[in-house]
């Protein structure tokens, strides 16, 4: 599966981070598609939260799969730096930088998303403006995590071609340890926002458990950013980052069925009273 690999028997994280892959990436395609049904056919109203989540499967996590994908042809997995290919190192290396910007957009992506469906339901203005001053201090900071993702060196290029032997890099450990805490915290601060819609709120028992399901998923998600800030930390040791890179396809993909669980709300609503109306006629 490794180009130009010596060793066929080589150890290797490939075929498991492969399927993480493509089971996270279909599960979310198939809530965030089933979220655009419910918004354009049942509720019939398809507002910026939905178009910002929808955008950025489409443009942001299918072309990071996809280049999660090829780069696992090029080395990713291989748990002995002995075994890698010295020839694929500069390829290797240019795929993780052009991916990661598509995470950070990525996680910026769904994070906004649920902000914006926050401010849908939120009447009271000092709420609201408390809304709005967190998705500008989000965005501030996942556009700056965006630059200095891209000019970890100087020059550019030594963040992949090691035959450039003059410049120098920023840490790479430390800075995305860093940035990864400052991420969790996000998530966590996202995920505490809508508890006082809930607070003064009455919601159905189903509506409840759906909000309780969506929770526990971001809960989820905020492990997964756990797992990978500490999987970043053993990285220093290991040079192995294809632990951590699971959790990022972990927390990308589980990111966006959190914030289209919600919105699904509607479609139980709907088979409910389709039910009700079946068994009606029956009798």
């Given at each position: 599966?490794?180009y130009?690999?010596?060793?066929?028997?080589?150890?290797?994280?490939?075929?498991?981070?492969?399927?993480?892959?493509?089971?996270?990436?279909?599960?979310?395609?198939?809530?965030?598609?089933?979220r655009?049904?419910?918004?354009?056919?049942?509720?019939?109203?398809?507002?910026?939260?939905?178009?910002?989540?929808?955008?950025?499967?489409?443009?942001?996590?299918?072309?990071?799969?996809?280049?999660?994908?090829?780069?696992?042809?090029?080395?990713?997995?291989?748990?002995?730096?002995a075994d890698?290919?010295?020839?694929?190192?500069?390829?290797?290396?240019?795929?993780?930088?052009i991916?990661?910007?598509?995470?950070?957009?990525?996680i910026?992506?769904?994070?906004?998303s649920?902000?914006?469906?926050?401010?849908?339901?939120?009447?009271?203005?000092?709420?609201?403006?408390?809304?709005i001053?967190?998705?500008?201090?989000?965005?501030?900071?996942?556009?700056?995590?965006?630059v200095?993702?891209?000019?970890?060196?100087?020059?550019?290029?030594?963040?992949?071609?090691?035959?450039?032997?003059?410049?120098?890099?920023?840490?790479?450990v430390?800075?995305?340890?860093?940035?990864?805490?400052?991420?969790?915290?996000?998530n966590?601060?996202?995920?505490l926002?809508?508890?006082?819609?809930?607070?003064?709120?009455?919601?159905s028992?189903?509506?409840?458990?759906?909000?309780?399901?969506?929770?526990?998923?971001?809960?989820?998600v905020?492990?997964?950013?756990?797992?990978?800030?500490l999987s970043?930390?053993?990285?220093?040791?290991?040079?192995?980052?294809?632990?951590?890179?699971?959790?990022?396809?972990?927390?990308?993909?589980?990111?966006m069925?959190?914030?289209?669980?919600?919105?699904?709300?509607?479609?139980f609503?709907?088979?409910?009273?389709?039910?009700?109306?079946?068994?009606?006629?029956?009798s």
């Amino acid at each position: 599966w490794v180009y130009n690999v010596v060793n066929p028997d080589a150890a290797t994280n490939a075929p498991t981070i492969l399927g993480v892959g493509v089971f996270l990436t279909i599960l979310s395609l198939s809530i965030v598609s089933l979220r655009f049904y419910v918004r354009s056919r049942i509720v019939r109203t398809v507002t910026i939260d939905d178009w910002i989540i929808i955008a950025t499967w489409v443009l942001i996590t299918a072309p990071l799969g996809v280049n999660r994908l090829v780069e696992t042809r090029w080395g990713l997995g291989l748990q002995v730096a002995a075994d890698v290919p010295p020839q694929n190192i500069p390829q290797s290396g240019l795929l993780q930088y052009i991916g990661a910007p598509f995470y950070i957009t990525s996680i910026l992506g769904f994070k906004i998303s649920a902000i914006f469906t926050f401010l849908r339901t939120a009447v009271d203005l000092t709420y609201r403006r408390v809304i709005i001053g967190l998705a500008i201090t989000c965005s501030i900071f996942h556009f700056c995590f965006f630059v200095a993702q891209l000019n970890l060196c100087n020059p550019v290029a030594k963040q992949w071609d090691p035959s450039i032997t003059d410049g120098k890099c920023l840490p790479l450990v430390t800075f995305n340890s860093v940035m990864g805490s400052f991420v969790l915290l996000f998530n966590i601060l996202i995920m505490l926002t809508p508890i006082p819609i809930l607070l003064h709120s009455c919601f159905s028992i189903r509506k409840n458990i759906v909000i309780g399901f969506s929770f526990l998923l971001g809960i989820i998600v905020a492990i997964a950013q756990l797992m990978k800030i500490l999987s970043i930390a053993a990285q220093s040791k290991t040079n192995d980052h294809s632990h951590a890179l699971i959790w990022s396809i972990v927390e990308t993909n589980l990111g966006m069925v959190v914030v289209s669980i919600v919105p699904l709300a509607p479609l139980f609503q709907s088979f409910l009273e389709k039910g009700s109306i079946h068994s009606l006629s029956l009798s």
